[in-house]
């Protein structure tokens, strides 16, 4: 494990050529509303693709609640909050999960961008961009809600997964992610994972029903990407401050954020459409100072 993450760092270090490295497929987690565990799909979702074989950064996007640590019971000494602050490094703030899987660790700092001089903001974008570079799937976990600085990662993204539970009121917040999606970022491929439900046949039921009012209001296609049962061993593991897959990898929720994970990989990446840029340079946009 250290090894690789002194090969992570190794390609952070300044003047590492861009090309050497190929762009990493990127997926967004974001939710209409807190507590439908998001973070926690998005964090279990990364280590189920490590199992799987891929390399994988985890990206703790959440600036107002970032608490990807807390469920992985790490305290990182440094946060995306110093990058942005120009304190540290990507190389320094980068912490190895376990082999093959990296956490970049959130922060409260991305108030700051708002203020930042073009200079600064575009040397800020170009060093994130650098983690596009370093593996082979990026999972960024976003705030939830559509707040401004929410809607810059899921409006930049090739690739957003909405998390809702069954409840109607998560439901009508994920109508609301997506009818902005569909408006700003009609590229994006867009899935939808329905968590704490009682049943696949729940499941599919609130998939059906909020893609009958998608297709009578919007353009976007949404597809369903799994679900996971309410499970008391996830509960338990939240509790040990562990990833469930960790905690138990033979229970039900780890069986279905595997079968996520691999639903993921075998459909391939997003097409973005005729948008070259990268995720960060147009995350970065919504930053840049308006004259």
Not at 54 to 70: E, P, S
């Amino acid at each position: 494990m250290e090894d690789q993450a002194s090969r992570l760092r190794e390609l952070l270090r300044d003047g590492q050529p861009a090309a050497t490295v190929a762009q990493a497929r990127i997926i967004v987690v974001t939710s209409g509303k807190g507590g439908v565990g998001k973070t926690n799909v998005a964090v279990n979702l990364a280590l189920a693709m490590g199992q799987l074989g891929q390399r994988v950064i985890l990206f703790d996007a959440d600036m107002g609640m970032a608490n990807v640590d807390v469920v992985l019971n790490m305290s990182p000494p440094h946060t995306l909050t110093d990058v942005l602050a120009g304190r540290r490094s990507l190389r320094e703030v980068l912490v190895p999960i376990e082999p093959g899987v990296h956490l970049v660790p959130g922060g409260s700092g991305v108030a700051q961008l708002a203020a930042l001089e073009s200079a600064r903001l575009e040397a800020t974008v170009q060093r994130l961009s650098e983690l596009e570079r370093l593996s082979d799937v990026m999972i960024v976990d976003t705030g939830a809600g559509i707040s401004p600085n929410v809607l810059g990662f899921v409006l930049s993204a090739p690739e957003v997964i909405v998390v809702t539970t069954p409840e109607p009121t998560s439901i009508v917040d994920a109508y609301g992610i997506i009818k902005a999606i569909d408006q700003r970022n009609q590229h994006a491929r867009v899935w939808l994972l329905v968590n704490m439900c009682a049943s696949e046949s729940e499941a599919r039921s609130v998939y059906d029903r909020l893609v009958a009012i998608i297709a009578r209001f919007l353009g976007v296609k949404v597809r369903l990407l799994g679900w996971i049962e309410r499970d008391s061993q996830v509960g338990r593991a939240v509790l040990q401050q562990k990833p469930f897959v960790r905690a138990f990898p033979g229970g039900l929720a780890a069986r279905r954020i595997v079968t996520v994970a691999e639903k993921l990989l075998g459909f391939g990446g997003a097409h973005p459409g005729a948008e070259r840029q990268g995720f960060f340079a147009r995350w970065g946009q919504w930053f840049a100072p308006r004259s």
